[in-house]
Structures are given as C-alpha cells and as structure tokens.
T-cell receptor, first 111, second 111 residues
Framework: GNSVTQMEGPVTLSEEAFLTINCTYTATGYPSLFWYVQYPGEGLQLLLKATKADDKGSNKGFEATYRKETTSFHLEKGSVQVSDSAVYFC??????????FGSGTKLNVKP | EPEVTQTPSHQVTQMGQEVILRCVPISNHLYFYWYRQILGQKVEFLVSFYNNEISEKSEIFDDQFSVERPDGSNFTLKIRSTKLEDSAMYFCANRVGTEAFFGQGTRLTVV
C-alpha cells in the first residue's frame, strides 16, 4: 500500500540555519510527491511537488528531489527565516488517487 | 493560484446536532476530497468524490457522514449526529491535474 513517513518534530533552528526534513515513502506504481505547509491557524498550501523520479521541486528557497532508489523526498532549505515557522507535511498521490500525508513536522525558527 | 473556499470558518455545535460544512470548488474541476485534522495531529482522509459520486471513502466516513453537491456548484459534508470526537479541522480539496488545492478549513467544535 501507500504510506508516507516523515521525521518527528518539533525541529528548532536559529535563523539562517540549514534545514532538512526527512520524508520516505512506500507506494505502488509511480506516485507524485508533494510538500505542503501549514502556517498557524491556516489551511494546507502546496509548497512544491515532483511528479517523476529525479525531478527536483523548488519554491521559496525550499527544494526536494524525488529519489526512487531510496524512496525519499527530503525537504531542504539553505537558510531558514522566522517566517518559515510552520508545520510541513510530506504527501504522495497516484493518478486519480487520494493524497496520503505524513504526520507533519513542526518547524520553529528562532531569531 | 486556484482558490477553494470553505464556509463557515468556525462552527460550534452541541453533541448530537447535525452540521453541514460547505466548500466552493475551483470551477470545472470535478474531483474533490474531504480531509480532517484533529488538533495537532495527522491529516486524515475522509472521502473522495468524482463526477458527483463517491469514489473512495475511509473507515472514518461511516453512516453519520454524507457528501453531496446540492446545487451543482457547492460541495457539502454533512455530519448527522455529531460526537465530541468529531471536533477537528475539516478541509476540502480540489484536484487539478496532479495537484490538490486545499481550502482554509472549517474548525468544528462539538460541545
């Protein structure tokens, strides 16, 4: 079946630190992979996506590469800001399938 | 970015009462989901709805839940007799291609 596992939080970093949030998946077929972000009190916003192996999704300084050989889609950012404080969800979906979400990782960035 | 609109943003209801949560989808996109998120926890799949029919539902989506498209535009989730454990954020999402666009959510509080 399909599932997503992401690292437990919270992750606490100082401003300008390097961020990695690990995400691994199991899937049948060839799913698309996503990172969603949820700011406090808000809904889920698509941060980036990758639709096939070796694709790199990127947005707002965040990046993630679809690694089929390690079934991973780790989220990275070179220099985090206080405004990046949020909960980050890794997700996958096949064609016309539901989205499977990881448990979320809370990121706290301190000035 | 396409926008999915949910109403109300917050609803408080007494246990045993019926609630209807509403979602206005992105025009001409017929694939919807409902998800819920109990405070601070995982985003859980409830139901997917394609072309006016339920295409998949989870174990959570029992006989107390129903989903409809009553007037050809809005999309509703009804909970017939709410329980305390139904308190959560409820998100609808519209699939556009490989992506899902989420509404801002309805916070349901059952007292």
């Amino acid at each position: 079946g399909n599932s997503v596992t992401q690292m437990e939080g919270p992750v606490t970093l100082s401003e300008e630190a390097f961020l990695t949030i690990n995400c691994t998946y199991t899937a049948t077929g060839y799913p698309s992979l996503f990172w969603y972000v949820q700011y406090p009190g808000e809904g889920l916003q698509l941060l980036l996506k990758a639709t096939k192996a070796d694709d790199k999704g990127s947005n707002k300084g965040f990046e993630a590469t679809y690694r089929k050989e390690t079934t991973s889609f780790h989220l990275e950012k070179g220099s985090v800001q206080v405004s990046d404080s949020a909960v980050y969800f890794c997700a996958l979906s096949g064609d016309f399938n539901k989205f499977y979400f990881g448990s979320g990782t809370k990121l706290n960035v301190k000035p | 970015e396409p926008e999915v609109t949910q109403t109300p943003s917050h609803q408080v209801t007494q246990m045993g009462q019926e609630v209807i949560l509403r979602c206005v989808p992105i025009s001409n996109h017929l694939y919807f989901y409902w998800y819920r998120q109990i405070l601070g926890q995982k985003v859980e799949f409830l139901v997917s709805f394609y072309n006016n029919e339920i295409s998949e539902k989870s174990e959570i989506f029992d006989d107390q839940f129903s989903v409809e498209r009553p007037d050809g535009s809005n999309f509703t989730l009804k909970i017939r007799s709410t329980k305390l454990e139904d308190s959560a954020m409820y998100f609808c999402a519209n699939r556009v291609g490989t992506e899902a666009f989420f509404g801002q959510g309805t916070r349901l509080t059952v007292v």
